[in-house]
T-cell receptor, first 114, second 114 residues
């Protein structure tokens, strides 16, 4: 029944590793997002996809690569993890673009890079 | 460029007291404004939004906010705080309703005491 789900909930890994976070929404939405929330709770958008097409790509290192296999999924792959990547990553979805629609957020994935 | 400033990273009120969380925005065009709430270890949930209709917006859980263009403010209020209101509150602005690109403030942690 979860509207926006993320896996894993917690991720602890070593510097230099490659990891992925998965996001799925069952709301039938067309638009999905990735946000990063740092240790000071500051929340910043990273990427947005609409109908599997990238529409927002903020200043994010190339080590971060989003992938949308279909409208219901938006995964985030991170290469060569660094200490500064430690944060909570939130996935969100909205009905679409054209007029503002409420964004529904997932529960977050807490990434810790050691 | 759009931005949001939340005055007070931490607000403490007694149960039953008025809640006032401050948000000021900067936008080059008429903005869309939002308040989100984040409970511990959870994702964000929309409380209310302003999209150029009524300036006084009512949201969930008894919260409301008033858009004041002359003051570039969108403060969140609730007449009587409950213990369950303790959470992190984020104000956000979107200049472009089509892309749903949100810029968040740094958040205000609300503490409710007996």
């Amino acid at each position: 029944d979860t509207a926006v789900s993320q896996t894993p909930k917690y991720l602890v890994t070593q510097m230099g590793n490659d990891k992925s976070i998965k996001c799925e929404q069952n709301l039938g939405h067309d638009t999905m997002y990735w946000y990063k929330q740092d240790s000071k709770k500051f929340l910043k958008i990273m990427f947005s996809y609409n109908n599997k097409e990238l529409i927002i790509n903020e200043t994010v290192p190339n080590r971060f690569s989003p992938k949308s296999p279909d409208k219901a999924h938006l995964n985030l792959h991170i290469n060569s993890l660094e200490l500064g990547d430690s944060a909570v990553y939130f996935c969100a979805s909205s009905r679409g673009i054209g007029e503002y629609n409420e964004q529904f957020f997932g529960p977050g994935t807490r990434l810790t890079v050691l | 460029a759009q931005s949001v400033t939340q005055l007070g990273s931490h607000v403490s009120v007694s149960e039953g007291a008025l809640v006032l969380l401050r948000c000021n925005y900067s936008s080059s065009v008429p903005p869309y404004l939002f308040w989100y709430v984040q409970y511990p270890n959870q994702g964000l949930q929309l409380l209310l939004k302003y999209t150029s209709a009524a300036t006084l917006v009512k949201g969930i859980n008894g919260f409301e906010a008033e858009f004041k263009k002359s003051e570039t403010s969108f403060h969140l209020t609730k007449p009587s705080a409950h213990m369950s209101d303790a959470a992190e509150y984020f104000c956000a602005v979107s200049e472009d309703g089509t892309a749903s690109k949100l810029t968040f403030g740094t958040g205000t942690r609300l503490q409710v005491t007996l």
